[in-house]
């Protein structure tokens, strides 16, 4: 059974930085791609950020040059480190994971809340 599981999240001020983590389990698993999306209140889920097995990342526009994207120890983490936060990052985070032959996965979600 796949598992993705979110930590980091957290309320921070304007300004800050924050570190979210996504840890997938699975066995035979051929991890293709994993990101993030958020989801605001009253809005749509968004794309945030993914990387790519072939190492590649890409990035939302209203997050460019102060996200990034990484995968860290084995290639079923990865690591979405936030920085000069705003108050519209503010959303709940969630991990996808995409591999061979099967749907995109969903992790459960973290609170991310930047406020002062």
């Known amino acids: 059974q796949v598992q993705l599981v979110e930590s980091g999240g957290g309320l921070v001020q304007p300004g800050e930085s924050l570190r979210l983590s996504c840890a997938a389990s699975g066995s035979s698993l051929i991890i293709l791609r994993m990101g993030w999306y958020r989801q605001a209140p009253g809005r749509q889920r968004e794309f945030v950020a993914h990387f790519a097995s072939n190492g590649s990342t890409n990035y939302a526009d209203s997050v460019k040059g102060r996200f990034t994207i990484s995968s860290h120890n084995a290639k079923n983490t990865v690591v979405l480190q936030m920085s000069s936060l705003k108050p519209e990052d503010t959303a709940v985070y969630y991990c996808?994971?995409?591999?061979?032959?099967?749907?995109?996965?969903w992790g459960q979600g973290t609170q991310v809340t930047v406020s002062s």
């Open positions: 996808t994971m995409d591999s061979f032959g099967n749907p995109t996965y």
